[in-house]
């Protein structure tokens, strides 16, 4: 089998589509041209992405800036106090510049999780003028952007859009409190209604630079908080009584809540855009020591699995969702267990994701990238990172955004050069045999 670094195509410049501009300059003309992303199938009926009737390859990075000082560590794009629209500008035309073809963006900050310093249901002019000059100066340079929704410090939704006569968390706690509880579904899907509808009042076309939105980042139950926490008693939900002794009803419940979810934020969300995809992503089970979708049963025998439970794809696509968004951060071989490429199969499989689900969704993964603690340095990484692409290829995934573009922290950047070259379309025009272009 030859190495999965040299198998790759020779390097070659892609015709990245870097069209100028930046923020102080309008949409050039092909990026006005240019119609939304669209879902597609091939002739084997398997979901793929495309624009005007050309293929899209979606191969991108995360972005994000991060505020560093008190109050706490933070992503922080847009807030309106630290917003640095020079850098953005340089960077998305770097990001251009190295063949990739889409952001994704963070909306959370210091201002969502203050409120906005606004009464109920108001963002700031402000902070919706920094996230449209964002994705004016993106789609000015050829990129599509993903708007990603996570808001933990201020309990799941912006603050000011927190309901209010709530349960306490010693009945719903944790991430349980925005699944469950019906208002918070409602003020998620109040709150991306409000921003869509804000940024289309600037300029009509501009939700067409939206590739999708990725309605709650990481969307998982906590099984360390109530009801999951209990093994007894029963809870009720949207008028139907759930039996937490039982390792069925307790995934029952997810699958339902998880369905009523998305239905929910989508039928807000689309209200403003129909043909606006949206998701919610997750991650596999077995990264979170989970064998299967059985509502978090292990924990009651004493396992050490991670409190987070991820989303069941199925009942994220019988909600709506189009598209399902997983992340991936694989693992080199170690003493006993071989690396992530060799277990892939297992790892998708124990997700109920199978080499035929591509033909229900388009599957991308949001988050690809590679973990300090798993690769001693960075040049370590490309050849695992590199076979693991080739199972994805085998799963008809479309895509991915590389984990993250600069900055500090637990994982490498793809300004690490070894990155940088494994993963930019710059240097690997390709994927799964697909040409990567910006359109």
């Known amino acids: 089998m030859p190495n999965p670094v040299s198998s790759r195509s020779p390097l070659r410049l892609v015709a990245a589509a870097v069209l100028g501009g930046g923020f102080l300059c309008g949409f050039l003309p092909a990026a006005w041209a240019a119609g939304p992303v669209k879902i597609a199938a091939d002739e084997h009926g398997f979901k793929h992405f495309s624009v005007d009737g ?10 994000m800036l991060s505020h560093q000082g008190p109050p706490y560590k933070t ?47 108001q963002i700031s002019p402000a902070y919706v003028d920094n996230v449209y000059k964002t994705m004016h100066a993106a789609r000015a340079v050829g990129l599509r952007v993903v708007l990603t929704g996570s808001f933990p410090k201020s309990n799941w939704v912006p603050a000011n859009y927190l309901p209010t006569g709530l349960p306490g968390d010693d009945v719903v706690g944790g991430m ?10 409602e003020a998620t899907g109040d709150f991306f209604r409000d921003l869509l509808q804000a940024l289309q009042a600037k300029d009509p076309n501009v939700l067409n630079a ?44 997810m699958d339902d809540a998880a369905e009523a979810w998305l239905r929910t934020v989508k039928a807000k969300v689309t209200a403003v855009k129909p043909d606006l995809l949206v998701t919610a992503s997750s991650f596999f089970l077995l990264a979170v020591n989970h064998n299967s979708f059985d509502g978090g049963a292990l924990t009651s025998k004493g396992d050490k699995a991670n409190p987070n439970f991820p989303l069941r794809p199925s009942a994220v696509l019988r909600g709506g969702a189009d598209i399902i968004d997983v992340h991936v951060y694989p693992g080199p071989a170690r003493p006993n267990l ?19 689900t591509a033909r229900d969704a388009p599957i991308i ?50 300004t690490d050069e070894p990155l940088m070259r494994a993963l930019a379309p710059k240097y690997n025009p390709e994927f799964c045999g697909h040409k990567v272009v910006a359109l």
Request: aromatic residues 16%.
């Open 54 to 63: 050309k293929d899209y390859v979606p191969i991108g990075v995360n972005y």
């Open 75 to 121: 992503f922080d794009t847009f807030d309106t106090k630290d917003f640095h629209a020079d850098e953005i500008d340089q960077d998305l035309k770097a990001i251009a510049g190295a063949g990739f073809n889409f952001v994704r963006l963070w909306l959370k900050g210091l201002d969502t999780d203050d409120g906005f310093s606004l009464g109920p249901h």
């Open 176 to 185: 349980n409190r925005l699944i469950l509880l019906p208002e918070m579904a």
């Open 210 to 253: 939206i590739f999708y939105l990725d309605l709650m980042n990481e969307f998982h139950f906590s099984l360390d908080a109530p009801p999951f926490s209990k093994f007894s008693g029963q809870y009720r939900y949207r008028g139907k009584d759930y039996d937490l002794s039982s390792g069925a009803s307790r995934q029952a419940l």
């Open 338 to 356: 071989p690396g992530t490429h060799v277990r892939f199969d297992a790892i998708l499989h124990a997700s109920e994701i199978t080499e035929s």
């Open 365 to 414: 993964a949001g988050e690809f990238g590679a973990d300090k603690q798993k690769f001693a340095t960075a040049a370590d990484a490309p050849e695992e990172l590199l076979a693991d692409e080739q199972v994805f290829c085998r799963y008809h995934v479309t895509g991915f955004a590389a984990w993250m573009w600069k900055g500090s922290g637990d994982t490498w950047m793809l």
